[in-house]
């Protein structure tokens, strides 16, 4: 939900799992190696091997606040991992990739024009919109690998009208300016934050996944760039934390490989 001191849930963070009840500890630094293959779509990289959604944390400090911020989550609920909405067996955000060749075509906003980053971009006319109200469209360009995320998307005559919007290049990311929004709250690209059909089948996920909570700080982290809440309390998680499983979480039992704790 980009921007929204009015919205009331919020993006908050990336996690290298989501387990109901599991205990997690945040984090303070982005300096780690990446331990897996960098995802790709679309013969893309996600990104590059240090970007932060890529990185190894399991050997990094635990921020001050992290039993805070925990605990303004809550321990004994589940986390949202935030893939999209949709009905049964159509839940997630959609992703549509574009031939090299794709027409670009105008994009208008009508709320957030002044943060998102003006078209026009190769999206085709039959891309999937995200069910639900945030109606987000990802768009991967084969060949350029060009990466376009709007939100509150709808098709406009030869175009498209959005209330937000971003853009990156798969191969060499640039943070937005600094309180920029996206088709995220946060400010963060939405894709790489997501797990896809394919990982799924995989034996491990290597990249950091988004979820949201239900409140945050009026504040942010990197990689995020934007905040979306009027409350400055530092026991709220601001936009961009990211969090962790903890070392002793039983892992015995569940239906995933070990390996998937990233």
Partial sequence: ??????????AAA?????????????????????????PQIAGCPVFTPADA?????????IHARSADWVRSIGTSQRLHPDFGS????????????????????????????????????????????????DRHVLVVQRGTCRLVELYGARRAGAGWVAESG?????????????????????????????????????TAIGHALRFTVPRTQRAYLA????????DADPALPPMGARFRLK???PLTGL????????
């Fill in 255 to 262: 239906p995933w490989p070990s390996s998937a704790t990233g």
């Fill in 166 to 202: 971003a853009t990156w290049s798969l191969r060499a990311p640039r943070a937005r300016p600094a309180g920029w929004t996206s088709a995220d709250a946060a400010g963060l690209p939405i894709l790489p934050g997501l797990a896809r059909p394919d990982e799924a089948s995989s």
């Fill in 86 to 133: 949709g009905s049964f067996g159509n839940y997630g955000i959609p992703i549509t990739v574009a031939a090299r060749g794709q027409r670009r075509v105008p994009v208008r906003y009508d709320a957030y024009g002044e943060e998102s980053d003006p078209g026009p971009f190769p999206i085709p006319p039959a891309a999937r919109i995200e069910g639900g109200s």
């Fill in 14 to 38: 990336v996690l290298t799992l989501a387990l109901p009840g599991a205990l997690f500890g945040a984090w303070v630094s982005d300096a780690a190696a990446p331990t897996h293959p960098v």
């Fill in 53 to 61: 959604f890529n990185r190894d944390v399991s050997a990094l400090p």
């Fill in 247 to 249: 070392a002793g979480y």
């Fill in 1 to 10: 939900l980009p921007t929204g001191a009015l919205k009331m849930r919020s």
């Fill in 223 to 230: 990689p995020a760039r934007h905040a979306a809440s009027r």
